[in-house]
């Protein structure tokens, strides 16, 4: 199974016009939030319509699974905390997103919202546990933040870590989690786009200018993970 991985497009259209095409030449789309931009001038209603076109466009091609950052926040929920409240909508068969949790080929993919509070916290715990009661062989993660202990946080001045992911990664051992939030972090002095918290490894690819997004693919029947940054790239071995 092919998958890529972008994270943090903050409305930057010609970035989702390269995944609709790229889109092509995997099984699998992953998506870890910020995909709107709230300092950007298009209304927030404007650009949810822009997006779901777009996502239906990728999700055509290959199964798209899309996680919310804090960026793509649009009222709160049911519980009174914020919430992507357009990623919960009724959605295409072929397109999963906040809350949800897919089995392809033997791997599991759990997408985690971003939450806004200790209610909307306790649904993810609540979600993971869930997801890890049957779990198969492989499981993979979507969460918008990088988990504490990895220099996915760095931004090159401060850190951003998120102890609860670092926590739910050490209770259920996940094979592979899909970040993004810092954007500076594969190029930041002790940064990278790619770390390990035991067994599990993380990525972010992070966030450049270009006409390509900075990008993961990860292979899963050779064991790699190739990411390409818009001036460089990089390889590794999962195995």
């Known amino acids: 199974m092919r998958i890529l991985a972008v994270t943090d497009l903050h409305y930057r259209l010609p970035h989702y016009d390269w995944l609709v095409r790229a889109a092509a030449d995997v099984d699998v789309v992953a998506i870890t939030g910020d995909l709107a931009d709230v300092v950007n001038p298009v209304p927030m209603l404007v650009q949810v319509v822009v997006l779901e076109k777009y996502l239906r466009l990728i999700a055509e091609q290959a199964t798209l699974l899309?996680?919310?950052?804090?960026?793509?926040?649009?009222?709160?929920?049911?519980?009174?905390?914020?919430?992507?409240?357009?990623?919960?909508?009724?959605?295409?068969?072929n397109l999963h997103a906040d809350g949800s949790s897919i089995d392809i080929d033997g791997t599991r993919f759990t997408v985690c919202p971003w939450w806004d509070g200790p209610l909307s916290r306790g649904g993810v715990d609540a979600q993971l546990a869930a997801a890890a009661s049957d779990r198969p062989e492989h499981w993979i993660w979507l969460y918008h933040a990088p988990p504490a202990g990895t220099v996915l946080c760095r931004d090159g001045r401060r850190e951003f870590p998120d102890h609860d992911l670092a926590a739910w990664i050490e209770q259920h051992r996940p094979d592979i989690v899909l970040s993004g939030?810092?954007?500076?972090?594969?190029?930041?002095?002790?940064?990278?786009?790619?770390?390990?918290?035991?067994?599990?490894?993380?990525?972010?690819?992070?966030?450049?200018?270009?006409?390509?997004?900075?990008?993961?693919?990860?292979?899963?029947?050779?064991?790699?993970?190739?990411?390409?940054?818009?001036?460089?790239?990089?390889?590794?071995?999962?195995?």
């Open 66 to 93: 899309v996680a919310s950052g804090n960026h793509d926040l649009d009222g709160p929920g049911v519980n009174g905390e914020q919430v992507a409240g357009w990623l919960r909508r009724p959605m295409p068969d």
């Open 181 to 239: 939030h810092i954007h500076q972090a594969p190029w930041a002095e002790g940064g990278s786009w790619h770390d390990q918290l035991g067994s599990t490894h993380v990525f972010n690819p992070g966030k450049q200018v270009g006409p390509v997004p900075p990008h993961i693919t990860l292979d899963t029947e050779a064991g790699t993970a190739d990411w390409f940054g818009v001036f460089e790239s990089e390889s590794i071995s999962l195995t």
